[in-house]
């Protein structure tokens, strides 16, 4: 690992230990498939939650962006309607009101193109292209975050599993050191009380294995919650040696440097940039809906007109007159009329569309013109409208503030906490190394008999005590850098 020399593998010097007292330890069988953190990590990006709901956000941003720019060209509808009227109603034939049911449709044809609105529309796209943007940048935040949180909690279930793997061989080491003690007692060099002592332990040992195999698998839980795993899907990770993992030197770093890549390369900063440059159009389109709006129309109409009885005869009962004459030479005749009944039978259906093309044809209209639209009052609308879009930009920009005084304080944070972890770890590996002596010499001494179980005991649980805590630096170490490497844009790297 760069910038630490002469890192120990904490198993090695287990298996070390192990070896002076004679103990041969054998890794357990692992039949369940293992998820190394490349896995882990895009499987996260593919199924998160949050990475869904950040695309979905953008998918209707880029629907917004094509709607307004389609808004530019001319609008063109269809309508057409059909329907039965009963009692008075306009006989479209004539245009004069009878008292007949008839069956009617209409159709009309209608376009309308913007000419002129002070770069409304305009701004309007430019607004939705930096939104679009902003949303896009919000995807991959949601990306960075889901992998800075998959990585964290693999390097968390990584540490528990090599407490689990510590744990383990600690239990062996006792069991044989308690073997190894019932013979002695046997032969009648040691006390009894010697392997009680040791039984004890072998029991609080066993209890150590079985609470950090708990937590590991508590570890291995989160770590599928995070995946969106079914809990009960077999589930391991696969734990390269720490040692191994890249890491830079933390005493290379400069948090002020970090900070600078970081305002370059979060897609969180370059999302709050991008939302004020929409802002900034969009108070821009607000301000232009408040001038007049220029348009030209256009429209092609025609009616249809059937009614559903038709005359086949005429009852004649009677005569009237009419009140007007007739001049015959010098005489002058009055005028009469037949009085009488229509004879009258319903239209088959085929009968109602007799003359259909004709009447179309006949009633065919059309119509061109300019609208210009004045706003002189209206609820206050658009200049609301307008402050609105004015207090978005100031939030906006506020947003840029509390994420940039953020993303300082989480640079410095983690600097600092790497700065701590790099020099708690060099204090715990030297207690290491002296723990280890110590444990040399007391088993050595305890072989001949010249040193008391207890104090064994003891003197192994202090090094037990000082190699896990060595082992929970360098985690944490790895962990602060991995922070800093991921705000420099260096991705996750394991």
């Not at 904490?10 to 069988?29: E, M, T």
């Not at 066993?206 to 508590?218: D, G, I, P, R």
């Not at 007739?326 to 003359?355: H, M």
Request: glycine share 6%.
């Amino acid at each position: 690992m760069a910038g630490i020399n002469k890192f120990r593998n904490i198993r090695v010097a287990f298996w070390g230990i192990s070896l002076i007292s004679g103990i041969s330890i054998n890794a357990s069988a692992q039949t369940t498939e293992k998820w190394d953190l490349r896995r882990c990590v895009d499987y996260a990006m593919t199924h998160s939650i949050s990475v869904k709901q950040a695309d979905i956000t953008a998918r209707s941003s880029e629907i917004a962006l094509k709607q307004s720019q389609l808004a530019q060209i001319p609008s063109l509808n269809y309508n057409i309607s059909n329907g039965f009227s009963f009692g008075r109603t306009l006989d479209r034939t004539t245009n004069v009101f009878v008292s007949r049911s008839a069956m009617f449709q209409q159709m009309s044809l209608q376009s309308n193109a913007l000419i002129f609105n002070f770069n409304s529309q305009r701004n309007a796209i430019e607004a939705n292209k930096y939104t679009l943007e902003a949303d896009k940048a919000s995807i991959e935040k949601a990306r960075n975050d889901i992998g800075l949180n998959v990585a964290l909690q693999y390097l968390r279930a990584m540490l528990s599993k090599e407490q689990v793997e510590i744990a383990r061989i600690v239990l062996k080491q006792t069991q044989a050191q308690l073997a190894n003690t019932r013979k002695l007692v046997e032969a009648g060099t040691l006390p009894e009380i010697n392997a009680a002592e040791l039984e004890a332990t072998e029991a609080r040992d066993s209890a150590t294995v079985v609470q950090t195999s708990a937590t590991f698998q508590l570890e291995l839980l989160t770590m599928k919650a995070l995946l969106n795993l079914p809990a009960d899907l077999p589930f391991d990770i696969e734990a390269p040696p720490v040692e191994s993992i890249p890491v830079d030197n933390i005493l290379e770093q400069d948090p002020a440097l970090v900070f600078d890549m970081a305002m370059k390369s979060q897609p969180q900063i370059k999302a709050n940039n991008l939302r004020v440059m929409a802002a900034e159009k969009n108070l821009a389109s607000r301000k232009g809906q408040l001038y007049p709006t220029l348009s030209a129309f256009g429209s092609l109409a025609t009616n249809y007109n059937q009614f559903f009885l038709k005359t086949v005869g005429f009852n004649v009962t009677g005569e009237q007159a009419t009140g007007t004459f007739a001049k015959s030479g010098n005489d002058r005749l009055p005028v009469f009329v037949p009085t009488g009944t229509q004879i009258t039978e319903n239209r088959s259906f085929g009968e109602l569309w007799q003359g259909y093309g004709q009447q179309l044809n006949d009633q065919f209209g059309k119509g061109v013109g300019l609208s210009l639209n004045v706003p002189i009052f209206n609820g206050w609308q658009a200049r609301s409208n307008v402050e609105r879009a004015k207090l978005e930009i100031e939030r906006s920009q506020l947003s840029i503030e509390r994420d940039t005084l953020q993303l300082k304080q989480d640079v410095y944070n983690s600097y600092q906490s790497a700065l701590g972890s790099y020099q708690t770890y060099l204090a715990r590996d030297k207690a290491v190394k002296t723990a280890i002596r110590s444990f040399e010499l007391a088993s050595k001494r305890y072989e001949i008999g010249v040193l008391q179980t207890i104090e064994w005991i003891t003197i192994q649980n202090n090094l037990t005590r000082a190699v896990i805590d060595k082992l929970v630096a360098q985690y944490e170490y790895v962990f602060r850098m991995k922070v800093l490497e991921f705000y420099k844009g260096q991705g996750i790297r394991l």
